[in-house]
């Protein structure tokens, strides 16, 4: 890693080259949060640096969590509080019968897991598009007010009387669009177009409104509030194998949109010039970037509930392992944030039984100071 | 309304100072006085049926004993509170997006939210106490949070970047605490948590009033005289740097002060949402874009509390709502349309 | 507790402090009432349905509105000092300005002004709810109904008791599915243990002891495999056990607990959060689920 670089070498452009020579990014790392003075001076001309993090270790992070992902599935699969070996959870899975240990397989540990692997893949990657959309680091998937418009939707779903909970999925993923559609267009009024700040405001501004309400719904109605709380925090225990398979194509589009604009976030990482210079196709690519944060995020907040943690850090947890090139944060945030989800809730059943602790908790609890870790030991690589 | 000013910021600077501070006077008394207003009004309105004689008679001092209790027991210290903590958050997230140069930046930023929720509820739900003891758990836990933050941020300089990263770290392991404590609570107890975790004024009395006042009381001084510096910090750090000498020190000063008002108002009062956020974003804009001063945002503050108070009220009588359930409501609109409204802030927001 | 002449204006909050009011036949002293879990018993049915009703717990002045000379509480929350929310203050400065005030001895705090959290639930036996009711009885006046009261409930658990001794006991789990996909489960120091112990059963869940309110996962459930499962339903002032069943179709069709014996024998019954708190409703509760756990023995 580089040293501490001096304050006017934070605002550059890096053209990385790798040391085998091969060229690795194209990107930038700019200065600051865009912020009230993005009108203040401030050089913008590129100029080239050495890459963040080379080929090479960019190929070993990635490796590395693939690996550890596999990892992940398999305790996953391996440890709850109904007592089996690993071998016996093995021939449930592949030839399942009628004992407890296959029920508990089947419907329980599987389901969790893939919810695990969806949700966590979709957070870190609908982060990560949010945070190359906005250059803002507290801009999680939560911003676009997908979260809070889930969760007012699902609470509104409780009080009036939907008590399945495959019919609050449904409420959930209305909402989160609805909440998105408003913000983004909100955002889009004026000069500019959907510029990052009034992104990030009218999003704030909408969840705090649409969290006020969800408040209040809950307040008036103290059994909405004993269900509310459950599905506040986040779960893999939620959804089953019907909801996932319906969910499923969502997922698929969002991925690729968000892998459609990686590069192009490159780009808008630069800066606000820069990202002027894509032209008409700059509308273009904040909408389908929104879109795909929408489906991401969305679907993950269906799948379980509101996490907010995951998607926020993953994305600068991959930045401060291999740097700032998105088409390379993209893929390794959709690795790590599985990886984080199953940890947690691998160590949620196992802490505190025979009660569990619910993975939305774990997260926050386990991720956070790993994250701390890497923010104090590693060089930030600024948005 | 903004285009006469833009002008004049390029043609004669001095006239324009002067024009601003006029117009930032005015907003700031505007404001304060719909606050007071606001105030009185809720002194004599309520669940306990009292008219407009009734109530002066009581505050002269006459009225019956219950009458006393209602007027200036309850709603009295309810109401103080209200308008030191609108301001008290309102600076302290003006004095915040400032410094972070990031309008998303408020007080649980740096922990302060989390950790005076964390304290409370661990006085609430593990200790089973409340009253002064509440307050100082939240106190507490909001300041070592705060400071934790800044100290495990404050690597070879106060990065503000690295101080938000850490912040969100810091945050999310406490509000997961914070969720636990929650689905492991009793039901009825969740109802009395959910209340405090929303923000609220209910059940004031001469210790909330007196926490939020001594906070102003101390702050408004420092910031009298470090005001300035906020001016010279907004051009960035390289520039702040060689205009005043050691940013880091005016930094740390400027932020434990904004920590230190906040973390008393959420003591007082529980984390009432979305103030310290967007009451600096209503003044700016209505200040045409330009950076604000710390009197008006507090005035918003305020009148939003106030405001928000007021409604929770009366909004679903006889049941009442904690504040904090009110100000998004009320304040996300305004923001909202000032946002709509202005085409400028591609630019300048 | 209080002194002076018997209470003429009593506000009760949470359902434990009104159904007893209604069961000492104060219900026409009733100034206001707040709070209920579930439907009252139907025999207080109509005396609740002419009383005022608050569904969430007034505020200082709301309470002061209704000019109460006594407040009845069955929970300690509602007199926690300032700055708790559910709060109406602490009971002496209700004293303050005229107000007695009394907290059902399940339920009574060591000290003035703490929280829920401050109270011990694994001494409550049905012993407390009948020293209340004497208590209280003598309070207001009204000690004839108090003894009736007593010797009704007295003997309706005897009787089960009677019809229940030396019969196999199942085990039995209070179950609440979660949004979240946990399961609520009521623990060895929750009343609802009690409740099942006196009718006969044991409880699934009876070595924890750490809260009354216990979330387990699908895979903990199966282990235990309690044979009878009864629903938490809450919280609502028209709710009966009829409204229950959305509960019971849930556990009866969660893939996950398909193998558990009480989901195979279909032995899943509807029962309230209200069944299992620590009141007069305690007699009825003992019934339910005595007539649900050895239907050949109790009618």
Redesign the interface.
């Known amino acids: 890693m580089n040293k501490r670089s001096s304050p006017t070498e934070r605002i550059r452009v890096a053209v990385g080259v790798s040391s085998a020579g091969e060229r690795a990014s194209t990107t930038a790392d700019v200065a600051g949060i865009p912020s009230q003075r993005a009108a203040s001076p401030r050089p913008q001309a590129p100029r080239p640096r050495e890459g963040r993090a080379g080929w090479r270790s960019t190929v070993v992070w990635t490796a590395s969590a693939v690996a550890l992902l596999a990892v992940a599935c398999a305790l996953s699969l391996v440890v709850g509080s109904y007592p089996a070996s690993p071998a016996r959870v093995l021939s449930a899975v592949l030839s399942p019968g009628q004992a407890d240990v296959d029920t508990i397989v089947w419907h329980v540990r599987i389901p969790r897991t893939v919810s695990g692997l969806l949700a966590g893949s979709a957070l870190g990657v609908a982060g990560a598009v949010m945070q190359g959309l906005t250059r803002n680091p507290l801009a999680g998937p939560g911003i676009l007010g997908v979260n809070a418009g889930a969760s007012l939707a699902v609470v509104t779903a409780i009080a009036l009387g939907v008590t399945t909970a495959g019919g609050h999925l449904w409420f959930a993923f209305a909402g989160a669009g609805a909440a998105a559609l408003f913000v983004y267009v909100l955002g889009s009024l004026g000069r500019g177009g959907a510029t990052p700040v009034k992104l990030a405001l009218a999003g704030a501004a909408l969840t705090a409104m649409v969290g006020s309400m969800t408040t209040i719904v809950t307040l008036l109605d103290a059994a909405t509030l004993d269900e509310y709380r459950f599905w506040a925090v986040g779960s893999l225990t939620r959804a089953g194998a019907e909801v996932t398979a319906a969910v499923g194509p969502f997922l698929v589009t969002g991925f690729l949109l968000a892998l459609t604009v990686s590069g192009s976030l490159n780009t808008i990482a630069l800066g606000e010039d820069m990202a002027r210079s894509l032209g008409t196709r700059l509308v273009a690519i904040r909408v389908l970037a929104a879109v795909s944060v929408l489906l991401l995020a969305g679907t993950a907040t269906v799948i379980a509930g509101p996490i907010a943690f995951v998607g926020l850090a993953v994305p600068h947890i991959a930045r401060l392992l291999i740097g700032p090139d998105y088409r390379w944060i993209m893929p390794l945030s959709a690795l790590l944030g599985p990886i984080l989800l199953l940890l947690a809730d691998v160590a949620g059943r196992w802490l505190v039984q025979p009660e569990q602790l619910q993975v939305g908790i774990v997260t926050g609890l386990a991720g956070g100071p790993l994250f701390l870790y890497l923010v104090r030991r590693r060089k930030v690589a600024q948005l | 309304m903004t285009a006469k000013d833009t002008v004049a910021v390029r043609v004669a600077r001095g006239a324009v100072v002067f024009r601003l501070q006029r117009r930032s006077a005015l907003l700031t008394s505007m404001l304060w006085l719909c606050a007071l207003t606001l105030a009185v009004a809720a002194l004599g309105l309520g669940e306990f049926d009292l008219r407009l004689a009734d109530t002066l008679r009581v505050l002269g001092g006459g009225g019956t004993l219950i009458e006393y209790d209602v007027v200036v027991r309850d709603r009295l210290p309810r109401v103080v509170t209200g308008l030191g903590v609108g301001a008290a958050f309102a600076v302290s997230g003006a004095i915040l997006q400032r410094i972070a140069a990031n309008p998303l930046v408020s007080p649980d930023v740096i922990g302060v939210n989390a950790g005076a929720s964390f304290g409370a509820l661990l006085v609430m739900t593990v200790a089973g106490g409340a009253g002064a003891s509440l307050v100082l758990g939240a106190l507490a836990g909001a300041l070592l949070t705060s400071a934790a933050i800044v100290l495990i941020a404050l690597n070879r300089g106060l990065n503000g970047y690295r101080l938000v990263l850490v912040g969100i770290g810091i945050a999310a392991m406490l509000s997961s605490a914070i969720s636990y404590l929650l689905v492991r609570a009793d039901y009825h107890q969740v109802l009395s948590a959910a209340s405090w975790l929303t923000g609220s004024l209910a059940n004031r009395g001469t210790l909330h009033v007196t926490i939020v006042l001594v906070a102003l009381a101390v702050a408004v001084p420092v910031l009298l005289v470090l005001g300035r510096h906020l001016r010279i910090l907004e051009l960035g750090d390289d520039l702040a740097r060689t205009l005043s000498g050691g940013t880091t020190r005016v930094r740390l000063a400027l932020i434990t002060t904004a920590v230190v008002l906040a973390a008393m108002a959420t003591a007082a009062a529980g984390p009432i949402g979305f103030i310290a956020l967007v009451a600096p974003q209503i003044t700016r804009r209505l200040l045409a874009g330009r950076p604000v001063t710390l009197g008006p945002a507090a005035a918003a503050g305020a009148l939003l509390v106030t405001g928000a108070d007021l409604v929770a009220r009366l909004l679903f009588a006889p049941t009442e709502l904690p504040v904090g359930a009110v100000t998004g409501v009320l304040g996300a609109p305004v923001l909202l349309y000032l946002l709509a409204r202005a085409n400028r802030i591609g630019h300048t927001g | 507790m209080a002194t002076g002449d018997p209470p003429q204006r009593i506000y009760a909050a949470y359902q434990p402090a009104i159904e007893l009011a209604h069961a000492l036949g104060v219900s026409d002293r009733l100034a206001g009432t707040a ?1 209920l879990d579930a439907k009252v018993l139907p025999e207080y049915a109509d005396r609740q349905a002419d009383v005022d009703y ?9 309470l ?2 209704a000019n109460p000379d006594f407040v009845l509480s069955g ?1 300690n ?1 509602f007199f ?10 602490t009971r002496a400065s209700l004293r ?3 107000v007695q005030s009394w907290i059902l001895s399940p339920l009574c705090p060591s000290e003035d ?7 011990d639930p694994a001494t409550v036996k049905v012993e407390n709810i009948y020293r209340d009711l004497r208590d209280l009885g003598a309070l207001f006046g009204v000690e004839d109904n108090a003894e009736a009261v007593i010797s009704d409930m007295r003997e309706r658990i005897a009787t089960v008791e009677k019809q229940v001794a030396g019969v196999d006991r199942p085990s039995v789990a209070i179950v609440s599915p ?5 399961y609520g489960v009521a623990s060895g120091i929750d009343f609802g243990s009690h409740i099942i112990e006196r009718a006969g059963g044991t409880n699934a869940f009876a070595d ?1 002891s750490k ?10 459930l ?2 235990r495999d309690p044979d009878v499962i009864l629903t938490d339903a ?3 002032a028209s709710m009966t056990e009829q409204d229950a069943r ?1 509960e019971v179709d ?1 556990i009866l069709h969660d ?2 607990l ?2 558990l014996t009480a989901v195979e024998n279909k032995a899943v019954h509807p029962f309230l ?1 209200a069944d299992r708190s620590a009141g007069v409703r305690a007699a009825h509760s003992v019934e339910l689920v005595a007539s649900v756990l050895h239907p050949d023995r109790v009618g």
């Open positions: 709070f608050l569904p969430s717990l007034p505020s200082r002045e709301a002061l509105q929970f929350g926690a000092e300032q700055g708790a929310d559910s709060s109406v203050g303050e300005v005229g002004g703490l929280t829920d959290q401050s109270i979660n949004e979240d996909g946990t924890l809260k009354r309110n216990i979330d387990v996962g699908a895979e903990e199966v282990k809450c919280c609502d959305p849930a893939p996950a398909s193998g959060f």
